[in-house]
C-alpha cells in the first residue's frame, strides 16, 4: 500500500518543482518526500533522453551521475544490431542498466556486471519492471568475473570510465579504465565479439592504430551531436576497419583506404545546392569520398561543403538552396543589412568563429535564410546565403 501512495505521489507531482516540494513535506507525512523529489528530478532529466523508463513511475534512480553518464535510448537500441540472434552477452561495466538493458532484448542470455553496490541493487528492480526479470546481475569488478566466468560469449560489452583519478575527463582508450590495450586479450579469449564504447572526443586514426584488432568503428550522433564511438573488435581481423557514421535511419560506411584514393572536384562557385554533411560524417572523416559518390563538388580542401546544380534526396546531412555568393568585406556587410533582416551564420574555415562572426555583421539570428561564411578554392572569403534545409 505504502508503495502504492509512493508511485501516485510521484505521478501526481511530476510537473511540480522537487524543491518547493522539500520545504512542504509536513503536508504528505505518509510519504518519503525526499525520495520522491529525488526520483521527480530524475525521471525529468530522462524525459527525452530515457522515454521507456520516463513512463515507468517505480524506476528506481540511485545517481544523478549515473544518469549523466547513460546511453540515451535512442543509442542502447542502435548497439542491439550487434548481437547475434539469441546470443549469449555480457555487459561488464553496467552503469545505471540502459545498454544491458538494450543489449539483452536480443538475447538468449544476458548478464550485468557492476561495481557500484547501489546500481547493483537498482537494477535487480529495475530490469523486471522493464521487461527483463531474466537478465542475470553480478555484483564485482566485471573483467574479474569475465576472467572466471565459464563458457564462451557471443559478444562482451564494456564501457570503459573516462575520467582520470582527479576527476578529468581523458579521451584517449589508454587513460581509461579499465584499459582496453591491457585487457584485449582476455575479452577476445572470451567472446567472439568485443563492443567498446569510448569518448566521441578520440582520435579515430590513433585508435585504430592503438587496437588493429577493431573491425569496425561506428560513428553514432543524436539530435546533431556525436554521443558515441562504438568499437567491434575480433580476434584474427586482418582487414582495414569499416568505419560507419550513422545518425538517424541514415547510414554512410567506409574503409580509409576508400577515402584516401576517392578522387574529387572542386567548385570553382557555389552551385544551386549547398550541403552541409551531418555531423557523424564529420567526425568520421569521410571529405573526399562524400564528394565523389554523391557526384558533389567540394567548395574548398578544407571547407567541408558540398555544392550541386542537382539537388541529392538522400544527402547524409543538410540540404541548401544557394540564393548567392559575396566577397567578404564592408560591402557585403553593408548589402547584408540591407536585405536580410535575420539570418541564421555558420563560420567554416574563415578567420571568425560564428558568434564573432555574428557580432561583426550585427543581424540576429532566426528567419528561413542560412549564411555560411568560409572560404574558397581559391582561397577568396566568400559568404554563401542560402534558403534553410530543403
Known amino acids: ?37 529525488a526520483i521527480i528530478a530524475a525521471r525529468r532529466k530522462i524525459r527525452e533522453k530515457l522515454p521507456s523508463w520516463h513512463a515507468c513511475p517505480d524506476i528506481n534512480y540511485p545517481s544523478t551521475l549515473a544518469l549523466e553518464q547513460c546511453s540515451s535510448e535512442e543509442t542502447a537500441l542502435y548497439k542491439q544490431a550487434f548481437v547475434p540472434a539469441g546470443g549469449r552477452i555480457a555487459d ?54 569475465l576472467s572466471q566466468a565459464p563458457g564462451h560469449f557471443d559478444l562482451v560489452y564494456l564501457d570503459p570510465a573516462r575520467r582520470d583519478r582527479s576527476g ?41 592504430a592503438q587496437l588493429p584488432e577493431t573491425r569496425e568503428l561506428h560513428v553514432v550522433a543524436a539530435g546533431g551531436e556525436v554521443k558515441e564511438l562504438l568499437l567491434l573488435m575480433g580476434e584474427g581481423n586482418t582487414e582495414a576497419p569499416l568505419i560507419v557514421a550513422a545518425e538517424g535511419p541514415l547510414r554512410f560506411s567506409f574503409r580509409p583506404e576508400e577515402e584516401t584514393a576517392a578522387p574529387v572536384e572542386f567548385a570553382a562557385r557555389p552551385r ?84 564573432a562572426l555574428r557580432t561583426r555583421i550585427g543581424i540576429p539570428g532566426g528567419g528561413p535564410r542560412h549564411l555560411f561564411a568560409t572560404s574558397s578554392a581559391n582561397h577568396q572569403k566568400i559568404l554563401i546565403i542560402t534558403r534553410n534545409d530543403v
Request: hydrophobic share 45%; net charge negative; charged share 25%.
Open 92 to 145: 561488464l561495466t553496467g552503469g545505471l542498466g540502459v545498454d544491458c538493458l538494450a543489449l539483452a532484448a536480443a538475447a538468449s542470455e544476458a548478464h550485468y556486471c557492476e561495481r557500484n553496490p547501489e546500481l547493483c541493487t537498482a537494477a535487480r528492480l529495475n530490469f523486471p519492471l522493464l521487461g527483463a526479470p531474466d537478465l542475470i546481475v553480478h555484483e564485482g569488478d566485471g573483467i574479474a568475473w
Open 168 to 208: 578529468g575527463r581523458v579521451y584517449d582508450i589508454a587513460g581509461c579504465e579499465p584499459n582496453l590495450l591491457e585487457i584485449k586479450d582476455l575479452l577476445l579469449g572470451k567472446a567472439d565479439r568485443v563492443l567498446a564504447k569510448i569518448s566521441p572526443m578520440a582520435d579515430i586514426g590513433r585508435t585504430l
Open 272 to 355: 544551386h545546392y549547398l550541403y552541409q554533411p551531418s555531423k557523424a560524417l564529420l567526425k568520421a572523416g569521410a571529405f573526399r569520398l562524400l564528394s565523389y559518390r554523391y557526384g558533389l563538388e567540394k567548395i574548398a580542401p578544407s571547407t567541408h561543403l558540398y555544392t550541386s546544380d542537382r539537388i541529392v534526396e538522400d544527402f547524409p546531412g543538410k540540404r541548401f538552396e544557394v540564393e548567392e555568393a559575396i566577397p567578404w568585406g564592408k560591402p557585403a556587410i553593408r548589402q547584408l543589412k540591407e536585405s536580410y533582416p535575420r539570418l541564421e551564420m555558420t563560420a567554416l574555415n574563415f578567420p571568425l568563429p560564428t558568434e
Open 1 to 37: 500500500m505504502m508503495e502504492e501512495i509512493f508511485t501516485e505521489f510521484i505521478v501526481a507531482h511530476a510537473d511540480d518543482d522537487p524543491a518547493r516540494l522539500l520545504l512542504s513535506a509536513e503536508r504528505w507525512p505518509e510519504v518519503e518526500v525526499r525520495h520522491a523529489a
